[in-house]
């Protein structure tokens, strides 16, 4: 049988909560990853959670769309 462990591959980057996203993302991209561990250094390096590149892109771009929307409705731009 199979265990985490015999898949699991080695922490390459991690992440503190208050690094930058562009800095992160950065990072990430360089190493070739799609996650990295956010980890809080002051704690001994406490697991806090898990930073996807991916989901960073599409909370982004619903941002930016939600943006663009509130844009047009004050500018009277889009569908009518």
Sequence with gaps: WLIALDLAEPIAEKVSPDTALAEALG????????????????????????LSSSAVHRRLI??????QQEADKKYGLGAA
Excluded: I, S, T
């Design 62 to 67: 619903a941002e930016v769309l939600a943006r």
């Design 27 to 50: 990072r990430m991209r360089e190493l070739g990853l799609e996650y990295a561990p956010v980890v809080d250094n002051e704690q001994g390096d406490r697991f806090l959670g898990v």
